[in-house]
């Protein structure tokens, strides 16, 4: 199977800008997409194929893809973005990181 | 509003069977497919399998395959995750969500049910 890794945690200060890795063997090649689980919450969609915004995500969200790194960027970060996130793409099954759990300072 | 309702909360026994169930609306059900996606207790989500309501044609994980069974009710805008004998470990959170792809799937999840708990215990 193929395997996304992400990193435990990313801890930023408010107003920072939080970048959360997701590494995969030619992960620039796959289209990736990104969700935001909230305690108690289901997860939600906040970018797909790399790097588009679903109707209702700030534009603070963004994503960018290479090589064996895709990354999601959370800037200006508030405390409302606590939150664990992850990747996800499609290979021959559907492949979800460990997830990546967001502290704000 | 486009949404996914899951079914309420489970306790069962080991051993003893169970459906769950995911009703859609506000789009057309047929034509998009539904995924169900675990989440053990403080772990993270896992893939478990994939549902195409106009033919059902289904696409299981390979950790999965065996153990559960994905199935629809177009007549009633419903998908169901299924289980003949459940075990402790199958105690976790179950969630369903709409494939964004409309006819294929492969695309992110855009919607999502508000999930399935299930315990297993005896």
């Known amino acids: 199977s193929y395997v996304l890794t992400q990193p435990p945690s990313v801890s930023v200060a408010p107003g920072q800008t939080a970048n959360i890795t997701c590494g995969g063997d030619?992960?620039?090649?796959?289209?990736v997409h990104w969700y935001q689980q909230k305690p108690g919450q289901a997860p939600i969609l906040v970018v797909f194929g790399d790097s588009d915004r679903p109707s209702g995500i700030p534009e603070r969200f963004s994503g960018s893809n290479s090589g064996n790194t895709a990354t999601l960027s959370i800037s200006r970060v508030e405390a409302g973005d606590v939150a664990d996130y992850y990747c996800q793409v499609w290979e021959s099954s559907c492949e979800f990181g460990g997830g990546t759990k967001l502290t704000v300072l | 509003e486009v949404q996914l309702v899951q079914s309420g909360a489970e306790v069962k026994k080991p051993g003893e069977s169970l459906r769950i169930s995911c009703k859609a609306s506000?789009?057309?059900?047929?034509?998009?497919?539904i995924a169900w996606v675990r989440q053990m207790p403080g772990k993270g989500l896992e893939w478990m399998g994939i549902?195409?309501?106009?033919?059902?044609?289904?696409r299981y994980s390979p950790s999965i395959q065996g153990q559960v069974r994905l199935s629809v009710d177009e007549s009633v805008d419903t998908a169901y995750l299924q289980w003949t004998s459940l075990r402790a470990s199958d105690t976790g959170m179950y969630y369903c969500a709409r494939d964004i792809s409309s006819g294929y799937y492969g695309g992110p999840f855009d919607i999502w049910g508000q999930g399935t708990m299930v315990i297993v215990s005896s």
């Open positions: 549902i195409y309501p106009s033919d059902s044609d289904i």
């Open positions: 030619n992960i620039g090649s796959k289209s």
């Open positions: 506000g789009y057309s059900f047929s034509t998009s497919w």
